[in-house]
């Protein structure tokens, strides 16, 4: 398996959160042409209290957010709006972590008026976008993860969520 989950939150226990996952970083890597079997990433199915926690340790933020990464190692595009090089396999298998809290992701889902199930998918493809040195900080490279994302999802059967935002 490509996900190995530890699960902190028993509330997520009751959702298909180990076949989401794996379908979401599954399909996020065979997009890219990476090999699913030649990588590993570690998922913490948590709740808001940890992963504030995690968020201010690791971001100098103090509150809760819906999903964070921990990329293995440094990557990206050093040109905006460019695809970042991807990682070498056979080299090591580690992508990183990523970390998911209940709460803020269930409420997201009530607020947007969408299935949970699609907004975990949805985090879980963004997080491993993340793994692979995708970033939305500088508005072009925003543009190419979305539409990344959005491609990603479709093939998941989840409409593209950004424009559910639009709206």
């Known amino acids: 398996m490509l996900t190995e989950l530890v ?36 998922i913490l199915a948590c709740d808001d209290a940890r992963i504030g926690v995690l968020n201010e340790e690791f971001r100098g933020k103090p509150n809760p957010t819906n999903v964070l990464s921990w990329p293995s190692e440094a990557r990206g595009s050093i040109t905006p709006g460019m695809h970042p090089d991807l990682p070498v396999s056979g080299l ?11 709460e803020t992701c269930s409420r997201e889902a009530k607020d947007a008026g969408i299935l949970i199930d699609d907004h975990v998918s949805h985090l879980i493809v963004h997080a491993v976008l993340h793994l692979l ?21 479709g093939k998941l059967g989840v409409s593209d969520p950004y424009c559910a935002i639009a709206e």
């Open 133 to 153: 040195g995708y970033d939305h900080i500088r508005d072009a490279d925003a543009t190419v993860m979305e539409a990344t994302e959005i491609e990603i999802l």
């Open 7 to 42: 699960i902190e939150d028993d509330r997520w226990t009751d959702m298909r959160l180990p076949v989401l996952a794996e379908a979401a970083a599954v399909a996020t890597l065979g997009h890219l042409g990476l090999d699913p079997a030649d990588w590993a990433i570690g």
């Open 92 to 102: 090591d298998p580690e992508l990183g972590d990523v970390a998911i809290a209940f």
